[in-house]
């Protein structure tokens, strides 16, 4: 980490890490970066030759970080950066970071077309067997040769022998084939294959493609638009072959890691929609060239695509202002399906290939809920079945044959390793698996890219290419459980300053105290604040959880699947520990991958389950959590581990718990421990953010940063009065003005 700096140096951001820092100006980009654990490459020592080190200036308004960011921000291009430009050219707005120095506040994208250790995406396609039914047909044909005795255009004995052989009547043609009818079907000495397109719920039939003689191949896409990542399936509409699959990190991270921040950056800057909106179809057709080219497949042989995302990836990858989903009633512009000509929205695929999009199940609930629920199908089968989807807006649906609920709640960022100070995503390098012993309190870790724990022999060697860089969300929910049951923290989440004495992993950090995870550079340590955001996260999914668990009149629930790429790495036993989900047994917990991609790739292969997730969305209760009267009361209660009133019983038969201990904010242990009422003891007691959550879904236009607001009761009207908390009625204040009314 940087050396302590001044209040008034420039803030710079890393993304799509989400690392952050300050700087003295006329630092180099680079060397901000290397302080603060942030991996961009270079090879040459910083001698602008190598050009791994690029980076790129975001520009805008970002309220939630108070930055305001500009290419103005940083140095002009120097010799050095100008002859590598020069010599090896260097992509528009892309800067050499080795050169490029810090001289204002910064929004820094490191591209991860530069990165060797990037992301890793981990969406590949289960192996279930869909039954096909594609609103797509291949129709080989015959067609008689024109006759002066028979004045009948080529197109209208195209259609006579299309409803002759393959039964089609009410056919219609895509414009654009009319110019082209007849050169095709002599090119193929008047036979030819019809691409048709028809939906269930349609009469009519349309002629989308076509070409000369036979054509066996066609494909479709099945596409999860995430707000981390984005995953892609290349699928063979004739035998639902996956005939390749590829995903990437969502560039809109750095307009805003979390959707709240998304939806602000469109509201503070005139040209954010658009923005977004290019930043998402343009990583989503460098997906298309990546299965194209793995697939061996030509762009004009995809013929259909199926999208799903939540409901603000769902509106800008429609080119849809989602201002509307920032507050309350989170109006949808449209929830139900969609469906388009793909080249509507400038996706180049055959120039009549159709897009569906599955519908949304409400303004936090989108279509990727949709999907997974069409995946899983609770509404199949006879057992309670809970579906949790984490990420920076958990979805969470419950329910079985009789009745389906569905929420959502503002986790944030936090699993996905940033506002994290070790913190970073899913990359070769990052600790993703973590134990503690529980008498030396000594640690062991896995980090992916290796197979190897810490303490084995190898070790060092497995992860030479890597190294060590941080922890990613599967490590940070072991971290803390483990860190729980080693009683290293009490059940309220406060680290036991006492145990310093005992071990020098825990060491004192101002007035709280922190454990080491790792020595060395980077030195890995979770802090009070980094267990604190971890516990505000699982707390507001728990509380979502339990609000479903009180309208379905249940008091258990009887198997819980983890959907998406992060769920398939979280140890179900540390998610219990951690009281992320309810008690339930533990073999009956799973993780099911990519759900959402799998209930697309159901919508692309069989046009029945288009009409089943529509009729199932139709009748699904969407629960508002942010106007549950008792959500706040379940929130307080899940911020301790695993809860403070709720019992475990399945989870304390296959986990020894530990004993109940209290520990006050300063780290000292006893039922006795004084309370501070300090100044600094209030700031302490505030930093914990039990209300701070719920104000990732306040009606407030210029911010969606949690720590921005403090939440004071009604008692009369005050000239300073901002917005009405829709959760209890509480007026809200701005920070800068000390929450006084």
Same mark, same amino acid.
């Given at each position: 980490m940087n050396s302590p700096a001044n209040i008034t140096d420039p803030l710079v951001l890393f993304m799509p890490s989400g690392k952050r820092g300050r700087f003295p100006v006329g630092t180099p980009v680079l060397d901000a970066a290397r302080q603060l654990g942030v991996y961009v490459e270079s090879v040459c020592g910083g001698r602008a030759t190598c050009g791994r080190c690029q980076i790129e200036v975001q520009e805008g308004n970002f309220a939630k970080h108070k930055i305001v960011s500009s290419n103005d921000h940083i140095s002009p291009k120097g010799p050095k950066e100008e002859r590598y430009e020069r010599v090896r050219g260097l992509p528009e707005r892309r800067?050499?970071?080795?050169?490029?120095? @810090?001289?204002g506040d910064l929004v820094i994208?490191? /591209?991860q077309d530069t990165v060797i250790n990037a992301q890793t995406i981990r969406k590949d396609a289960d192996t279930r067997v869909i039954a096909r039914d594609t609103a797509i047909r291949m129709c080989y044909v015959e067609i008689e040769e024109p006759d002066m005795h028979k004045p009948l255009g080529d197109l209208d004995r195209l259609k006579i022998a299309l409803m002759k052989d393959w039964g089609f009547k009410n056919l219609e043609f895509d414009f654009?084939?009319? #110019?082209?009818?007849?050169?095709?079907?002599?090119? +193929? !000495?008047?036979?030819a294959t019809a691409a048709i397109h028809k939906d269930a719920d349609s009469d009519i039939a349309r002629v989308i493609a076509l070409? #000369?003689? =036979?054509? !066996?191949?066609?494909?479709? =896409?099945?596409?999860?638009?995430?707000?981390?990542? @984005?995953?892609?399936?290349l699928v063979s509409l004739l035998s639902g072959r996956v005939a390749a699959s590829s995903g990437t990190s969502n560039p809109q991270i750095r307009f805003g890691e979390d959707l709240m921040s998304r939806v602000s950056y469109v509201m503070m800057n005139p040209d954010g929609r658009e923005g977004m909106t290019v930043a998402v179809r343009e990583a989503i057709s460098s997906l298309v060239d990546k299965v194209c080219a793995e697939g061996n497949v030509q762009r004009n042989d995809i013929l259909d695509s199926v999208f799903v995302g939540n409901p603000i990836m769902h509106h800008l990858f429609l080119g849809i202002d989602p201002t509307e989903l920032g507050g309350a009633p989170f109006a949808l512009a449209v929830s139900g399906a969609v469906r388009i000509k793909a080249s509507d929205i400038g996706l180049k695929l055959n120039q009549g290939a159709r897009l569906y999009m599955l519908p949304c199940i409400a303004g936090h609930v989108g279509a990727d809920a949709a999907a997974v629920t069409l995946s899983e199908g609770p509404h199949r089968q006879d057992e309670m079945m809970l579906i949790v989807d984490v990420g920076t807006n958990a979805e969470i649906v419950l329910g079985n044959r009789a009745r389906v609920v569905a929420a959502s709640s503002p986790t944030g960022p936090a699993f996905e390793g940033a506002e994290i100070s070790g913190g970073q995503r899913a990359a070769p390098g990052a600790i993703e698996r973590v134990r503690i012993d529980p008498d030396t309190l000594e640690p062991k870790y896995r980090v992916i890219g290796s197979e190897l724990w810490s303490d084995e022999p190898g070790f060092l060697d497995s992860v030479q290419?890597?190294?060590?860089?941080?922890?990613? +969300?599967? +490590? @940070?929910?072991?971290?803390?459980?483990?860190?729980?049951?080693? +009683?290293?923290?009490?059940?309220?989440?406060?680290?036991?300053?006492? =145990?310093?004495?005992?071990? /020098?992993?825990?060491?004192? !950090?101002?007035?709280t105290f922190s454990y080491v995870l790792k020595e060395g550079e980077p030195k890995i340590t979770i802090t009070q604040t980094d267990v604190r955001a971890i516990q505000l996260a699982k707390a507001a999914l728990y509380a979502g959880t339990k609000l479903l668990m009180e309208k379905q009149n249940t008091e258990h629930v009887d198997r819980i699947h983890f959907a998406g790429a992060f769920g398939s790495? @979280?140890? /179900?036993?540390y998610a219990m520990v951690l009281g992320l989900i309810p008690d339930c047994d533990l073999d009956k917990v799973s993780a099911v991958g990519n759900a959402a991609g799998a209930g697309a790739r159901m919508a692309l292969l069989n046009r029945g389950y288009r009409r089943e997730i529509e009729e199932t969305v139709s009748q699904i209760e969407k629960i508002e959590t942010a106007l549950e009267p008792k959500f706040q009361e379940h929130f307080v209660y899940a911020m301790a581990l695993p809860n403070k009133v709720d019992p475990f019983p399945k989870l304390s038969a296959a986990v020894k718990l530990p004993p109940r201990k209290t520990v006050s904010e300063d780290g000292v242990a006893g039922d006795a421990a004084p309370r501070r009422r300090s100044r600094e003891g209030h700031a302490a007691r505030r930093s914990r953010g039990i209300e701070a959550t719920f104000t990732g879904r306040l009606e407030i236009p210029n911010s969606f940063a949690c720590k921005?607001?403090?939440?004071? /009761?009604?008692r009369k009207p005050k000239r300073c009065f901002r917005e009405i908390h829709p959760i209890h009625g509480r007026r809200i204040y701005p920070a800068s003005n000390g929450g006084r009314r």
């Amino acid at each position: 980490m940087n050396s302590p700096a001044n209040i008034t140096d420039p803030l710079v951001l890393f993304m799509p890490s989400g690392k952050r820092g300050r700087f003295p100006v006329g630092t180099p980009v680079l060397d901000a970066a290397r302080q603060l654990g942030v991996y961009v490459e270079s090879v040459c020592g910083g001698r602008a030759t190598c050009g791994r080190c690029q980076i790129e200036v975001q520009e805008g308004n970002f309220a939630k970080h108070k930055i305001v960011s500009s290419n103005d921000h940083i140095s002009p291009k120097g010799p050095k950066e100008e002859r590598y430009e020069r010599v090896r050219g260097l992509p528009e707005r892309r800067r050499l970071s080795c050169s490029a120095q @810090i001289l204002g506040d910064l929004v820094i994208d490191v /591209p991860q077309d530069t990165v060797i250790n990037a992301q890793t995406i981990r969406k590949d396609a289960d192996t279930r067997v869909i039954a096909r039914d594609t609103a797509i047909r291949m129709c080989y044909v015959e067609i008689e040769e024109p006759d002066m005795h028979k004045p009948l255009g080529d197109l209208d004995r195209l259609k006579i022998a299309l409803m002759k052989d393959w039964g089609f009547k009410n056919l219609e043609f895509d414009f654009y084939l009319l #110019p082209q009818v007849q050169g095709i079907l002599r090119k +193929g !000495n008047w036979t030819a294959t019809a691409a048709i397109h028809k939906d269930a719920d349609s009469d009519i039939a349309r002629v989308i493609a076509l070409w #000369p003689g =036979l054509k !066996n191949e066609a494909y479709g =896409l099945a596409c999860d638009i995430g707000s981390t990542t @984005i995953a892609m399936h290349l699928v063979s509409l004739l035998s639902g072959r996956v005939a390749a699959s590829s995903g990437t990190s969502n560039p809109q991270i750095r307009f805003g890691e979390d959707l709240m921040s998304r939806v602000s950056y469109v509201m503070m800057n005139p040209d954010g929609r658009e923005g977004m909106t290019v930043a998402v179809r343009e990583a989503i057709s460098s997906l298309v060239d990546k299965v194209c080219a793995e697939g061996n497949v030509q762009r004009n042989d995809i013929l259909d695509s199926v999208f799903v995302g939540n409901p603000i990836m769902h509106h800008l990858f429609l080119g849809i202002d989602p201002t509307e989903l920032g507050g309350a009633p989170f109006a949808l512009a449209v929830s139900g399906a969609v469906r388009i000509k793909a080249s509507d929205i400038g996706l180049k695929l055959n120039q009549g290939a159709r897009l569906y999009m599955l519908p949304c199940i409400a303004g936090h609930v989108g279509a990727d809920a949709a999907a997974v629920t069409l995946s899983e199908g609770p509404h199949r089968q006879d057992e309670m079945m809970l579906i949790v989807d984490v990420g920076t807006n958990a979805e969470i649906v419950l329910g079985n044959r009789a009745r389906v609920v569905a929420a959502s709640s503002p986790t944030g960022p936090a699993f996905e390793g940033a506002e994290i100070s070790g913190g970073q995503r899913a990359a070769p390098g990052a600790i993703e698996r973590v134990r503690i012993d529980p008498d030396t309190l000594e640690p062991k870790y896995r980090v992916i890219g290796s197979e190897l724990w810490s303490d084995e022999p190898g070790f060092l060697d497995s992860v030479q290419a890597t190294g060590v860089t941080g922890i990613c +969300g599967s +490590g @940070i929910i072991e971290i803390v459980a483990e860190m729980y049951l080693a +009683g290293i923290i009490s059940e309220d989440g406060v680290v036991d300053g006492s =145990l310093a004495a005992r071990s /020098p992993r825990v060491v004192a !950090n101002g007035r709280t105290f922190s454990y080491v995870l790792k020595e060395g550079e980077p030195k890995i340590t979770i802090t009070q604040t980094d267990v604190r955001a971890i516990q505000l996260a699982k707390a507001a999914l728990y509380a979502g959880t339990k609000l479903l668990m009180e309208k379905q009149n249940t008091e258990h629930v009887d198997r819980i699947h983890f959907a998406g790429a992060f769920g398939s790495f @979280i140890d /179900p036993k540390y998610a219990m520990v951690l009281g992320l989900i309810p008690d339930c047994d533990l073999d009956k917990v799973s993780a099911v991958g990519n759900a959402a991609g799998a209930g697309a790739r159901m919508a692309l292969l069989n046009r029945g389950y288009r009409r089943e997730i529509e009729e199932t969305v139709s009748q699904i209760e969407k629960i508002e959590t942010a106007l549950e009267p008792k959500f706040q009361e379940h929130f307080v209660y899940a911020m301790a581990l695993p809860n403070k009133v709720d019992p475990f019983p399945k989870l304390s038969a296959a986990v020894k718990l530990p004993p109940r201990k209290t520990v006050s904010e300063d780290g000292v242990a006893g039922d006795a421990a004084p309370r501070r009422r300090s100044r600094e003891g209030h700031a302490a007691r505030r930093s914990r953010g039990i209300e701070a959550t719920f104000t990732g879904r306040l009606e407030i236009p210029n911010s969606f940063a949690c720590k921005c607001f403090r939440i004071e /009761p009604i008692r009369k009207p005050k000239r300073c009065f901002r917005e009405i908390h829709p959760i209890h009625g509480r007026r809200i204040y701005p920070a800068s003005n000390g929450g006084r009314r």
